[in-house]
């Protein structure tokens, strides 16, 4: 059994809904069947990110090398749904709607695939200072509360793209303040750490993992955009929880 299916996955692999003869009602469930795998990476991600703060949390080295391990499971699950996307663009020819919505799987699996790497990214920064590192708990408390909002910033832009509902997808650059805030004042904490040099090397690890999680949150904030694009047809990038851009024009080569 390849790394991206189980025996306890109960939605159904490509393997499953194989291209065939059907018309419109077989392509729609179809290409039902790829949004459900692409969103299932979502939840594969939110697992990775728990264990990744709860090994930042204990320091738990071995923790943390699962989720290094376990980086496959996402890989595995990209690899599969966009080679399934790309055989059924080439036996299929969708317009309009059903259009927009494989460029917007394409792009959403290309962001979990990058959640997943910064969740790897964190796990290989924690045993660097060691199994018991000179901790500051005010910045370790700003990390983990980092990990809070990355975690609902994930699960929230799953069902904002599952539901199609743009206000939910919307939100989301209120809660992605909230990381960057966060961001910052351990950037901030970190340059006003002191003299001792273990403790000013655990606090420039601990930026790393900062900017990390904050990419993680930009990568939900850039699957919210897709739902707007799949809804309206207009890409348009967010700029304030309560307003839009306007659509962007396109980038000359």
């Not at 419109?24 to 069947?33: D, E, G, N, S, V």
């Not at 060691?130 to 005010?138: A, L």
């Not at 539901?163 to 209120?174: G, I, N, Q, S, Y």
Request: glycine share 6%.
């Amino acid at each position: 059994m390849s790394p991206a299916s189980s025996a306890n996955d109960a939605t159904p692999a490509w393997g499953d809904v194989a291209p065939g003869p059907g018309g419109r009602p077989h392509f729609q469930a179809q290409l039902k069947a790829l949004e459900d795998r692409a969103l299932g990476g979502l939840d594969l991600v939110v697992q990775q990110l728990d264990r990744t703060v709860e090994s930042l949390a204990h320091q738990d080295i071995e923790l943390a090398e699962m989720v290094i391990a376990d980086d496959d499971l996402i890989d595995g699950r990209y690899m599969e749904v966009h080679q399934a996307i790309l055989s059924l663009l080439a036996l299929q020819a969708p317009v309009a709607g059903d259009l927009r919505l494989v460029a917007a799987l394409l792009h959403v699996l290309k962001a979990l695939e990058r959640m997943g790497d910064q969740c790897v990214n964190i796990a290989k920064v924690i045993p660097l200072s060691g199994r018991e590192p000179p901790v500051r708990q005010d910045v370790l408390d700003r990390l983990l509360r980092m990990g809070t909002c990355a975690r609902a910033e994930t699960v929230q832009c799953k069902a904002a793209f599952a539901t199609r509902d743009v206000d939910l997808a919307e939100d989301l650059v209120r809660q992605d303040r909230e990381i960057n805030r966060l961001n910052r004042e351990i950037f901030r904490l970190a340059l006003e750490i002191g003299d001792d040099p273990d403790t000013r090397e655990w606090a420039m690890h601990m930026i790393l993992v900062a900017r990390a999680l904050e990419r993680i949150g930009d990568n939900a904030v850039d699957i919210g955009e897709q739902v707007v694009f799949v809804v309206t047809g207009l890409f348009s990038e967010f700029s304030d929880s309560s307003h839009l851009m306007g659509p962007q024009p396109p980038q000359t080569p």
